[in-house]
Every structure is written in C-alpha cells, then in structure tokens.
C-alpha cells in the first residue's frame, strides 16, 4: 500500500513501534515478544480501535476485524516471519492461517474514472464474508514472505530486550525506533564511555 503511517503517529497513540511500509509488520509488533508473559499492546479494546483507526487509511474500507480474528492474523504473521529470522521451518498452522485470511476476502482490480482521469483500484468482495483488512494484511505477509530480495530486509531490532520487527530499508538501521531502542543504545554507550575505570 503506498499510503504511510508515521511512528510519530503511532506513538503518540500508545504503541512503541509502527510506521513500517507493511500493515504486516505493524500487526506482527502489537505484542511484545520479549516480556514474560508477552504483552498484547491491543489490549484494552480501546488500545485496538485506537490502532485499526490510525491504520484504516492504508486498508480497504469497511469495519474494524473481530479481535479473535486479528490476533490469529498476528500470531500466524509473527510466527512465520520469526521463522524466517531463526532460519527454521515455519509452522504449518500458520501459514494455513495467512492462506485462509487472504483467501477469505476475494478482490479484483477495477478502473475508475475521476475528475484526474482513470485509475487502477481494486473491489474487495465482502459480500462473500471475511474481513478486507484482514485480507489485505494477509496478502502483504505473503507478498513479503515470497519476495527474497525483500525479504532480505527484515530485521529484528538489536535491542536484546525488544522483539519488534521491521524493514532495514537503509542498511544501516539496527533499531525498531531511533527514539527509543535507538537512543537507549547510544545512553548506554555514553555511560560506559563516562563511567569506565
């Protein structure tokens, strides 16, 4: 999808990540991995309309998925994307999971003609069921997970104590947010370089 979500945008709602090119990878860092147990950041429910409102504009239209649905979709995308990372097979379950969500909401491309001319848009068709935006999510994931070179790209933040995913779009990005794993990083060095001896 070519419409972006800022991180700013993102944080000041109350998720420490977001803001990547894929819906996906969005999805996939609304838990944190590392705390024991792992932490749903959709959680309340007004945490998840807060999350699905600020991501509507980079999905089809339509209503919010039920949460049982969305949390499916993000463990089967974290698991087969953490599969990637681990260089392990990914589990079976879930890529079933990202087929039947992708699959559950067929789509066909139209042309619509604007007052700027014709474009190029796609009909998501729920009158068959499922949920559009689970769909789209679904069909990023796949996109992702079969494109090696940009594949390639996906990292996990260096921070030790964080899980959050992303695309190293620029080769030199090691961190979730240059806000706050970034700057925990550089503090970190700062104190050692100070404090040593």
Not at 136 to 163: H, K, M, Q, T, V
């Given at each position: 999808?070519?419409?972006?979500?800022?991180?700013?945008?993102?944080?000041?709602?109350?998720?420490?990540?977001?803001?990547?090119?894929?819906?996906?990878?969005?999805?996939?860092d609304t838990?944190?991995?590392?705390?024991?147990?792992?932490?749903?950041?959709m959680e309340?429910?007004?945490?998840?309309?807060?999350?699905?409102?600020?991501?509507?504009?980079?999905?089809?239209?339509?209503?919010?998925?039920?949460?049982?649905?969305?949390?499916?979709?993000?463990?089967?995308?974290?698991?087969?994307?953490?599969?990637?990372?681990?260089?392990?097979?990914?589990?079976?379950?879930?890529?079933?999971?990202?087929?039947?969500?992708?699959?559950?909401?067929?789509?066909?491309?139209?042309?619509?003609?604007?007052?700027?001319?014709?474009?190029?848009?796609?009909?998501?068709?729920?009158?068959?069921?499922?949920?559009?935006?689970?769909?789209?999510?679904?069909?990023?994931?796949?996109?992702?997970?079969?494109?090696?070179?940009?594949?390639?790209?996906?990292?996990?933040?260096?921070?030790?104590?964080?899980?959050?995913?992303?695309?190293?779009?620029?080769?030199?990005?090691?961190?979730?947010?240059?806000?706050?794993?970034?700057?925990?990083?550089?503090?970190?060095?700062?104190?050692?370089?100070?404090?040593?001896?």
């Amino acid at each position: 999808m070519s419409i972006q979500v800022r991180v700013e945008e993102v944080q000041a709602a109350g998720f420490p990540m977001g803001g990547e090119p894929l819906v996906a990878l969005d999805l996939a860092d609304t838990v944190m991995m590392v705390a024991e147990p792992p932490v749903d950041l959709m959680e309340p429910a007004s945490a998840a309309a807060a999350w699905w409102e600020i991501q509507s504009r980079r999905l089809p239209p339509g209503p919010a998925p039920a949460p049982v649905a969305a949390r499916r979709l993000r463990a089967a995308i974290r698991e087969v994307l953490d599969a990637h990372l681990e260089d392990r097979p990914a589990d079976a379950a879930a890529v079933d999971d990202i087929n039947a969500a992708a699959s559950s909401v067929p789509a066909s491309p139209r042309l619509v003609v604007t007052g700027d001319g014709p474009r190029a848009a796609t009909r998501w068709h729920t009158e068959h069921g499922g949920n559009a935006a689970l769909a789209a999510i679904a069909g990023e994931a796949i996109a992702l997970l079969g494109s090696p070179d940009r594949l390639r790209l996906l990292r996990r933040c260096a921070n030790p104590e964080c899980s959050m995913l992303f695309l190293a779009e620029n080769p030199r990005r090691k961190w979730c947010t240059s806000n706050i794993c970034g700057n925990r990083a550089r503090v970190a060095r700062h104190y050692a370089r100070t404090h040593a001896g």
